[in-house]
Nanobody, 121 residues
Framework: QVQLVESGGGLVQAGGSLRLSCAAS????????MGWYRQAPGKQRELVAA???????NYGDSVKGRFTISTDNAKNTVYVQMNSLKPEDTAVYYC???????????????WGQGTQVTVSS
């Protein structure tokens, strides 16, 4: 049982910044990948940013150069720093973790509850 708790969403003006946090807790586990996805009403969920256990990152085309993903392994936490926000960034942002349970090596995927980011023009 791995739970994700997201925080940091809110309302911000265009050009502003937010940092989202996602903390994983529960079972003893090893994380393989952590990432952020977002979904706006009527649209498909899309990749925002992801990072592997080896530190490799990838970003959605629409956020490249503006967003940065990072981790704090001691806290089992992933962050995304979002700068130069645009109204088109308005969406619900979801944290995602893929990993295995230590000992059993049972794979799991877990999603956060979602946090609203609203960017006003």
């Amino acid at each position: 049982q791995v739970q994700l708790v997201e925080s940091g969403g809110g309302l911000v003006q265009a050009g502003g910044s937010l940092r989202l946090s996602c903390a994983a807790s529960g079972s003893i586990f090893s994380i393989l990948n952590m990432g952020w996805y977002r979904q706006a009403p009527g649209k498909q969920r899309e990749l925002v940013a992801a990072i592997t256990s080896g530190g490799t990152t990838n970003y959605g085309d629409s956020v490249k150069g503006r967003f940065t993903i990072s981790t704090d392994n001691a806290k089992n936490t992933v962050y995304v720093q979002m700068n130069s926000l645009k109204p088109e960034d308005t969406a619900v942002y979801y944290c995602n973790v893929d990993g295995v349970v230590v000992g059993t090596l049972e794979p799991f995927v877990s999603w956060g509850q979602g946090t609203q980011v609203t960017v006003s023009s």
